[in-house]
């Protein structure tokens, strides 16, 4: 199945705010849409900013559900359309995030897309969000075929809905963690201090292009960290 190279202009928008082009899949906004966000935890219904998103911009619904269709075509073999695409863009390709909204990976198919990503791209640091830690097969196929990769910094999205026991689990499996939902919070469980996001924090537009020290760390470093997010 081909992948034109309009829809990868769709698919892959550039974010200013995080100075890098990113990916987007469509959340779970209404009873009768099933999104990519089936991991999602209670706080993240109660807090979500894009299902306000979604009411003030109309248009970004159907945007995100083409791009469901779009990320439903790529597969091992197209991962090449991609590299293709990469070469052409002018704007910086360093690093490319998935998701700004929704889930990458909602179901296994979604691991061997971003494998294939990854093996095709070496040039390219992918930054993968993801709550898809939370069901055990997917969360196993990530720590075994992708967080190995050289190019893909996965981190496990943390919020304060999350126990003690997952906190140590994540963090004995060697998971970078990013947490969001508490600016009080400074610590995690086990005592490590959190990396306060200079994004977020401090409101450096752009700078996830160039971080070293937080959710790309164990690739720029080689060193976990907990990455906090100041709250919206």
Same mark, same amino acid.
């Given at each position: 199945?081909?992948?034109?190279n ?11 705010? @995080?100075?890098m =082009? ?13 999104g ?11 807090? *979500?900013?894009?299902? !306000? ?18 990320? $439903? ?9 991609? %590299? %293709?695409? @990469? ?8 690093? @490319?995030?998935?998701?700004?909204? +929704? ?7 979604d691991?061997w ?29 990530? %720590? ?9 910094? /996965? ?15 994540? $963090? ?6 990013? =947490? ?10 086990? +005592?490590?201090?959190?990396?306060? *996001?200079? !994004?977020?924090h ?9 971080c !070293? ?7 720029? /470093? ?11």
């Amino acid at each position: 199945m081909t992948v034109t190279n309009a829809e990868l202009n769709d698919l892959f928008r550039w974010t200013a705010d @995080i100075g890098m =082009f990113a990916t987007d899949r469509p959340i779970n906004d209404t009873e009768n849409h099933e999104g990519s966000c089936i991991h999602r935890t209670d706080f993240c219904d109660a807090t *979500c900013y894009n299902m !306000k998103l979604y009411k003030m911009y109309k248009n970004m619904a159907s945007r995100d559900d083409r791009c469901e269709t779009i990320w $439903q075509k790529l597969s091992t073999f197209s991962a090449v359309e991609v %590299q %293709q695409w @990469i070469a052409k863009k002018r704007k910086p390709t360093q690093r @490319i995030r998935h998701m700004t909204r +929704g889930e990458a990976f909602k179901t296994m198919a979604d691991v061997w897309r971003v494998k294939a990503m990854c093996l095709d791209n070496p040039d390219v640091l992918w930054w993968i969000p993801t709550r898809a830690w939370r069901e055990q097969s997917l969360r196993e196929a990530i %720590q075994d075929y992708l967080m190995p990769l050289p190019n893909c910094a /996965i981190n496990a999205s943390f919020d304060p809905s999350n126990t003690d026991d997952e906190w140590r689990m994540m $963090q004995d499996a060697g998971w970078n963690i990013m =947490f969001f939902g508490d600016d009080d919070r400074t610590t995690a469980p086990n +005592g490590q201090r959190m990396f306060k *996001c200079p !994004k977020t924090h401090k409101g450096l537009k752009g700078h996830c292009m160039d971080c !070293k020290a937080g959710c790309f760390a164990q690739k720029t /470093i080689n060193r976990t960290v907990v990455v906090h997010l100041s709250e919206h």
